[in-house]
């Protein structure tokens, strides 16, 4: 039987995890958090996520073994966070280096080491490498290195970890090959191997053509503002062209890949990313914009307490539990450096209290504002749009068809 050991059992690792458990690999999945592990290990899950539940299930009876201690297998699939330094936009790669040095400690001649985590490219010969060198390991004979980068959304991971295609860097082709027949125990798709470098940069890549074409939506949402087109109706003209694609504008770019990844090509390449650099800053400012189109509407309707103004959603997108650099904390971050205080939160997702004047229950939420701003287009909201009714109504995500409702 094949046997594997996934280290970080966070949004990636642990349907990672439960994905191979599911197709008849063994696995061990190892987390230092004691109290995520005993968790699991009673059968709680640590966040939603659709399928999430049955997968679990299905991982459990077959055998899934969740520990925090690294036991030996010959490959070691690594998924822990890969924090970015706000004030230098480097990738901080302490997690990875600690994983590596605990499967360093344990791990037999030969073994692989494949490393999932999203790097900024050229981490891995840059911080990697020359740790598994410093303990006197051989790369290629003692170890074998692999860059595994995951394409998994939130909110459809499951699915698309089955069917969405993989990358396989590898310094050996063979290594490669047989990782990817691992890969191939749940992936449908395509599984693509090439080198390690290919495989960091074209991960990022990934994620920067998003963010740009994202803040091209949003630039045009701007653009149309200033003279009262229609954004979407122009963008689902625009997408009937079969070479174009445009994204959807938004009240700005959250979660932990897309608004982080750029800046790895920014801070690495400063002279070279003028475009990327440009994205990154219109996605940003998206939150100072919805500000704006607030005092709008405060000003057309002679409301001046923002407590009277609720925000819907807290989470980075629809139907997640994930606050991660979600644009309703930025924009909560901007009211504050401008000492404007008291705007409400509500979000079904989130129902333990993370920011100030947050509420837990949607009516009492209602009860308090007169205008609202839709954040995030979570089905709750869309299912329960005639409640809205009576309020003034900003739609960031238009998803509301009233006459009388403001857009981005
Ligand atoms: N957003 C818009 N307009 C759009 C689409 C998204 O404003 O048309 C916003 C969302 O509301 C959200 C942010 O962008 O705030 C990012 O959301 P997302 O759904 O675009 O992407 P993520 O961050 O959830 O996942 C991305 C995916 N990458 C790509 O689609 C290229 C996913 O496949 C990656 O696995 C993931 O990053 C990752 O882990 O890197």
Request: proline share 4%; charged share 25%.
């Amino acid at each position: 039987m094949r046997e594997v050991s996934v280290i970080g059992l966070g949004y990636i690792g642990l349907p990672t995890a439960l994905m191979f458990a599911k197709s008849g690999v063994r696995v061990i999945a190892t987390d230092y958090n004691a109290k995520l592990v005993n968790s699991l290990k009673d059968g709680m899950l640590s966040f939603e996520e659709k399928g999430l539940e049955l997968l679990f299930r299905e991982a459990l009876s077959s055998g899934i073994e969740f520990t925090t201690k690294y036991h030996k297998t010959n490959i070691y699939i690594i998924a822990v966070p890969t924090p970015y330094i706000k004030e230098s936009k480097k990738l901080d790669p302490k997690y990875v280096i600690s994983a590596v040095n605990s499967v360093l400690d344990i791990c037999a001649k030969g073994s692989i080491i494949i490393i999932e985590s999203t790097v900024s490219p050229g981490s891995i010969d840059k911080y990697i490498r020359p740790e598994i060198e410093s303990r006197g390991f051989c790369i290629g004979e003692d170890v074998n290195l692999v860059h595994a980068p995951e394409r998994i959304i939130p909110g459809n991971m499951i699915h698309e970890l089955e069917y969405n295609s993989r990358t396989i860097g590898a310094d050996d082709l063979e290594i490669g090959e047989k990782v990817k027949d691992l890969y191939s125990s749940f992936c449908k798709s395509e599984i693509v191997v090439t080198d390690i470098r290919s495989a960091e940069m074209s991960k990022v890549v990934e994620n920067t053509y998003r963010d740009i074409n994202i803040a091209f939506a949003n630039e045009l949402a701007k653009i149309c503002r200033t003279d009262n087109m229609d954004v979407y109706e122009i963008i689902k003209i625009a997408n009937k062209h079969p070479r174009v694609n445009i994204l959807q504008p938004g009240p700005g770019v959250g979660g932990h890949c897309i608004s982080v990844d750029p800046w790895f090509l920014v801070g690495d390449y400063p002279d070279l990313t003028n475009m990327i650099l440009m994205a990154r800053k219109t996605n940003d400012a998206m939150p100072t914009h919805v500000l704006g189109r607030v005092r709008d509407i405060m000003r057309a309707h002679s409301i001046k307490d923002t407590s009277k103004v609720g925000l819907y959603g807290l989470t980075y997108k629809e139907n997640v539990d994930d606050i991660r650099e979600s644009p309703t904390l930025q924009l909560l971050e901007k009211m504050d450096e401008h000492l404007a205080f008291g705007v409400k939160v509500f979000d079904p997702f989130v129902k333990t209290r993370m920011v100030e004047h947050q509420f837990i229950n949607f009516e009492d939420f209602l009860n308090e504002i007169e205008i609202i701003v839709i954040m995030v287009a979570h089905d709750h909201i869309k299912y329960n749009m005639d409640s809205l009714k009576g309020k003034l109504i900003l739609d960031t995500r238009n998803i509301c068809d009233f006459d009388d409702v403001y857009k981005l």
